[in-house]
């Protein structure tokens, strides 16, 4: 249960870091209320500058591969496209930059979705790369 | 202190409330993560549809007057303008349905601006008139 507390207090403190590097970059950020209190979908954080809206879905592992499930990332892509948003996948790595992800480019298993450190350098984009595409 | 929490959870049932009429007339919406958590400028809900952005500061109140600092409506329509939305503010007066304020309409008094029952009669949105506006 502590661990369970450590590692949602990381992940909060990785959302607030990139939620910095949107408005450092003049990017409009915003963290969405914790997602047990919604019925309705919602991404982790939506970001938005001039005519770009993206709504991602963040993660932090401790592993080299992340899963998805599938309705997780069907519920990101049914809020981005009424929101009208670019919907993003973001996962921090152990000692990398966060990652973004396309859903389309995930990995299919099954009943979930993957992203590896190796589709990261294959498929994945860095910060930079993304607010620039 | 009590009344304090009391408040703050009628405030965000409130909210949620909001946040179910939207998606039942087809919208996308979210709520932002508590206020205290970020050193930036963040709305309560932000909801999109189409080519439309909503950025929405929302209070509830048991006066007929609600007053806002200058503060609070400038980092709202500093947010508005970087995410590129549109700068609402709702308020739920008593017996009232939520009523929507363009933050141009408010009334200024010193370091704070107010909307009351009245203002809303003349100026305020209803929820279908906002959807349509």
Redesign the interface.
């Known amino acids: 249960m502590a661990g369970t507390r450590n590692s949602k207090a990381k992940g ?1 403190q990785a959302e ?1 870091d990139l ?2 590097k949107f ?1 450092d970059s ?9 997602s047990g ?2 019925q ?4 982790d954080i ?6 770009r ?1 993206l709504a991602i879905e963040c993660k932090i592992t401790k592993e080299t591969k992340k899963y998805f499930p599938s309705e997780e990332i069907r519920l990101l892509n049914y ?1 981005s496209k ?4 670019e919907a993003w996948v973001a996962v921090k790595f152990p000692k990398l930059d966060w990652m973004f992800f396309n859903p389309e480019d995930l990995n299919e298993a099954g009943n979930s979705f993957s992203a590896s450190v190796g589709l990261a350098e294959l498929k994945g984009l860095s910060f930079e790369e993304l607010i620039k595409t």
């Open positions: 909060t607030r939620i910095h408005w003049g990017w409009a950020a915003m963290r969405a209320a914790g209190s919604s309705y979908p919602s991404p939506v970001a938005g500058k001039y005519g809206r809020f009424t929101f009208c948003a």
